[in-house]
C-alpha cells in the first residue's frame, strides 16, 4: 500500500491503537507519554508519533478542527492499520453546574454536523465503543478524577450559537459540545474498528459571569493534562484486555 495523501504514514508506521487529538501541540504532549515515541510524519494538520506502551505499539496522530479532517485521519490511519481509536479532545460543558476544567468521558453524539452524513443516514447512531468507553472510565477513577459521562454535542460551525436547540440539548442532559466526536463513532462503526472519547472542558455557555479567557485556559491546561493521563491508562488497560483475551481463545 501506498503512503497516504494526507497523514504521510504507510502500514507499519502506526499501532493499532491510536490516540487522535485535534491540537498538533497536544499529540506532542500525548506522545511524550509513550516510550520511544518518534516523529514518523508531519504534513498540514496531521502530526503523527509512535512509540509503544507496555510492549505494544502506539500511536498519536493530531486531527485539525471538525469532521472534515478529523474524518480523513480516521479513513487514513484504519488503512495502514488503526482498530482503535480515542479522541483526546476539548468541549464546551452544557451543564449549568459543571465548571470548566470538568473531565467529560463521551458515551455518544448528537449529529448537528455535516460529515457523518457522508456515510451514514441521521437515523443512525454515533455512539462510542463499550469497551473504549469502560476502560477509560476505569482509567479515570484509577487515577482519581471526577468526570461526566454522556451525549456530547457535535457541531459545525463553532462561532453559531441556536439558542432553542442548546436548551434543548442540555434539558435532555448532554453534557458537552464539540466537533469531532459524532464523525469518529460513525466512522467506528462503518469501518468496524473502536473508538472512544476522553474531552476536556474549556468554557460552559451557561456560565454567569463568564471567567475571563486568561482564565479559561488556565483551568483547561489542567485538565488537558488530566485527559491525556486518563487516554493513556485506557490504552494500557485496552492493552492488558485485549492480550488476556488472545490467551482465552481455544
Not at 497516504?4 to 487522535?20: F, T
Not at 450559537?161 to 442540555?170: A, H, I, K, M, S
Not at 459540545?177 to 462503518?190: D, K, M, N, R
Not at 485506557?234 to 490467551?247: G, H, P, R, S, T
Request: aromatic residues 6%.
Amino acid at each position: 500500500m501506498e503512503v497516504q495523501k494526507h497523514i504521510r504514514c504507510k502500514p507499519g508506521d502506526v499501532g493499532e491503537y491510536v490516540l487522535i487529538p485535534g491540537d498538533e501541540a497536544r499529540a506532542e504532549k500525548i506522545a511524550a507519554h509513550l516510550e520511544n515515541a518518534r516523529l514518523i510524519a508531519k504534513n498540514r494538520a496531521y502530526h503523527v508519533y509512535t512509540g509503544t506502551l507496555n510492549g505494544a505499539k502506539v500511536s498519536v496522530c493530531s486531527t485539525g478542527i471538525g469532521g472534515p479532517s478529523a474524518s480523513i485521519a480516521i479513513e487514513e490511519l484504519v488503512r495502514v492499520g488503526a482498530r482503535t481509536l480515542i479522541r483526546v479532545g476539548s468541549a464546551g460543558a452544557r451543564q449549568p453546574n459543571m465548571p470548566i476544567g470538568t473531565l467529560v468521558i463521551a458515551t455518544a453524539a448528537y449529529r448537528g454536523e455535516g460529515t457523518s452524513q457522508a456515510y451514514a443516514p441521521l437515523a443512525f447512531p454515533a455512539v462510542a465503543d463499550l469497551s473504549v468507553t469502560l476502560a477509560l472510565m476505569k482509567a479515570a477513577k484509577s487515577l482519581g478524577y471526577e468526570f461526566y459521562h454522556g451525549i456530547v454535542f457535535t457541531r459545525d460551525a463553532y462561532y453559531v450559537q441556536d439558542e432553542n436547540l442548546n436548551r434543548f440539548l442540555t434539558e435532555c442532559g448532554v453534557v458537552a459540545a464539540e466537533q469531532e466526536c459524532a464523525v469518529t463513532f460513525i466512522l467506528g462503526s462503518v469501518r468496524h474498528v473502536r473508538t472512544g472519547a476522553i474531552l476536556a472542558t474549556d468554557s460552559n455557555i451557561w456560565l454567569k459571569p463568564q471567567p475571563s479567557l486568561e482564565e479559561k485556559e488556565r483551568l483547561f491546561r489542567i485538565a488537558e493534562k488530566k485527559a491525556i493521563e486518563v487516554a493513556i491508562k485506557a490504552v494500557e488497560i485496552l492493552i492488558q484486555e485485549d492480550k488476556n483475551e488472545k490467551k482465552d481463545l481455544p
